[in-house]
Structure formats: C-alpha cells, structure tokens
C-alpha cells in the first residue's frame, strides 16, 4: 500500500494541528496552574489581613478600656498639680518646652 502526496501532506498537516493543539493545551494548563497559584497566595494575604485587622480591633478595645492608677505617679500628679496652681504664662511656658521636647519618628 502506497500512500499518495496528497495523504502526506494530510498526515502532516494533522500531526502539526495535533502538535499545536497539544502546545495550546499545556499553555493553557501552566495559565491554570499560575492562576490557581496566585488565587491561593491572594487567599492568604486576606487572611493576614483579617488576622491583622481583628488584632488592631482587640488592642484597639484593650486601650480604650484601660484604666491608669495614677497613685503609683505621685511624682507626675504633684508635678501636674504645681502647674495647675500657676499663672498661665508658666503654664504655657511649660506645655511649649513639653511640646519642644517630644521626639517624632517617621
């Protein structure tokens, strides 16, 4: 049995469809596959996120519901009631060098 040019050309044409189709599916497994990646990456980080965010809501709450026994300062309330006892030119002079004197952090 002989097979003609024309069924040559035939076989060729359909192993290189065959090819192609085969390089099409495997690119589209590696798209799935980078897909399926970055979905559960992205799960992740919400997770993080939520954990996070629950944590600022719990220290958040722990500060705003936290009570200072200022009797173990006695030096800061005998500080703060001189200040309140004088004029309020040394009040302001004070509360400037306070505000002077802080150091912020960027």
């Known amino acids: 049995m002989l097979i003609s040019s ?45 954990s996070l965010k629950y944590e600022l809501e719990i220290k958040d709450e722990e500060y705003r ?11 800061i309330m005998f500080a703060e009631a001189k200040l309140m006892e004088s004029p309020l030119e040394l009040q302001n002079q004070v509360a400037l060098y306070l505000f002077n004197s802080i150091k912020l952090e960027k």
Do not use: C, G, P
Request: proline letters at 0%.
């Open 65 to 75: 519901t936290t009570n200072i026994n200022m009797a173990k300062y006695f030096n």
């Open 6 to 50: 024309k069924n040559v050309e035939i076989i060729k044409n359909y192993t290189k469809d065959i090819k192609d189709t085969t390089k099409t599916i495997r690119n589209v497994n590696d798209l799935n596959m980078a897909i399926r990646d970055f979905e559960h990456s992205a799960f992740e980080v919400q997770q993080e996120n939520n």
